[in-house]
């Protein structure tokens, strides 16, 4: 006997570019129903406001904190740069005191030489060699002597630079205990609505989610998802609601989507 195969569903890929309005069509496609969906909807979204002010109460320090360490950052790969340039510099003066070895003895060798010359040919020969000789050590010593003076400045550099990370530190470390302190006051609070947060996201399916997450980041308030304002205004955009999409958002068992900001208008007091 033939057996009929079930047709697989077919699950578009979720775009990162959707909004509410492209998911009228699969709103009720859920296992939730449209009335528990926007009720989750709007959880997630009271969850995600109370989050963002406990994160406001921590006001600039947050920013401070990591502009403070930045700035220690940069400041601590300066004295690493100076460093490196220091055994640079150490390196080319321990090649310069070899090499100013190597020119003492060629010059003691011409200097020998010149009292044994039988002519004037060799005399101006050796004399122009010695001559040569002395230059080369004459300008070993000054790369020694340049060397020795970026060297003081590197160090130099190194110790300012040591002096602006003590102040820097002990900036971030009270700027670090009172930021923990705020954390700390507020971390019972926080984790509750993260927990509140993570169940109503995880009753939703990714495509609604996806679609909350990215009207709630594009907009400056961060609101997906509001209520009426002042009775007949949508909470987002404060543009004004008609009649007919006043009752439908009242009955709390219809997807309204406000027509000029794309963002779902709920009833939180819908039974």
């Known amino acids: 006997m033939a057996t009929t195969k079930k047709a697989k569903k077919v699950v578009t890929p979720i775009d990162e570019r959707e909004t509410f309005v492209s998911l009228q069509k699969s709103f009720s496609d859920s296992d939730l129903s449209v009335e528990d969906k926007l009720k989750t909807l709007y959880n997630l979204q009271s969850a995600d406001n109370d989050i963002e002010k406990l994160v406001q109460l921590r006001g600039e320090?947050?920013?401070e904190v990591a502009a403070l360490e930045d700035e220690i950052a940069e400041i601590e790969g300066k004295i690493a740069h100076c460093r490196e340039t220091i055994e640079g510099l150490n390196k080319g003066i321990e090649l310069s005191k070899e090499s100013i070895i190597e020119h003492d003895a060629e010059i003691e060798k011409y200097q020998k030489q010149l009292t044994n010359i039988t002519n004037s040919r060799e005399y101006d020969s050796?004399?122009?060699?010695?001559?040569?000789?002395n230059l080369l050590r004459q300008i070993d010593d000054k790369n020694i002597h340049d060397a020795k003076d970026k060297i003081n400045e590197n160090k130099e550099r190194i110790d300012s630079c040591n002096d602006r990370i003590s102040i820097l530190k002990e900036d971030l470390a009270a700027k670090q205990e009172e930021l923990e302190k705020?954390?700390?006051s507020t971390a019972t609070e926080e984790a509750a609505l993260v927990q509140k947060r993570d169940e109503c996201?995880?009753?939703?399916?990714?495509r609604t989610l996806?679609?909350?997450n990215r009207i709630r980041n594009a907009n400056s308030n961060h609101l997906a998802v509001v209520s009426v304002y002042q009775g007949d205004a949508c909470g987002g955009c404060f543009n004004i609601i008609t009649p007919q999409r006043l009752v439908d958002i009242a009955s709390g068992k219809k997807l309204v989507i406000c027509e000029h900001c794309g963002r779902i208008i709920v009833n939180p007091d819908a039974e």
């Open 61 to 63: 320090l947050p920013a």
């Open 126 to 133: 050796i004399n122009k060699e010695l001559e040569n000789t």
């Open 182 to 184: 705020i954390k700390e």
């Open 201 to 206: 996201a995880a009753k939703l399916d990714e």
């Open 210 to 212: 996806s679609a909350y």
